[in-house]
Nanobody, 122 residues
């Protein structure tokens, strides 16, 4: 089981940029797919994007394509979510996830972080 700890949430400017980080424990980090999910009030949790074990391949949901970028540093056991051109609808609790399986709306994970709130406001 991978332990995950997100950081970087907070109040962010409409149209601005912000970065979330997630540090993972365990020696298997470099072998597993990682991802970010989010859950807005009154809505179901949805996948934001995923990244392959090597970092070479990434998937993004349509609503964040071109605005969000997932990256990872396997030497630091860390995955990042760089967000730009933030919209009010990006307001949500963001969750780091490990052991990603599947794609799109069928994406699942075996380990979850505790979540970090991102609020986009003018």
């Amino acid at each position: 089981q991978v332990q995950l700890a997100e950081s970087g949430g907070g109040l962010v400017q409409l149209g601005g940029s912000h970065r979330l980080s997630c540090v993972a424990s365990g020696r298997t980090f470099s072998n597993i797919r990682m991802g970010w999910f989010r859950q807005a009030p009154g809505k179901e949790r949805e996948v934001v994007g995923t990244i392959s074990a090597t970092g070479e391949d990434a998937y993004y949901r349509d609503s964040v394509k071109g605005r969000f970028t997932i990256s990872r540093d396997n030497a630091k056991n860390t995955v990042y979510l760089q967000m730009s051109s933030l919209k009010r609808e990006d307001t949500a609790v963001y969750y780091c996830a490990a052991g990603i399986r599947g794609y799109g709306s069928f994406t699942s994970a075996t380990s979850w972080g505790q979540g970090t709130q991102v609020t986009v406001s003018s």
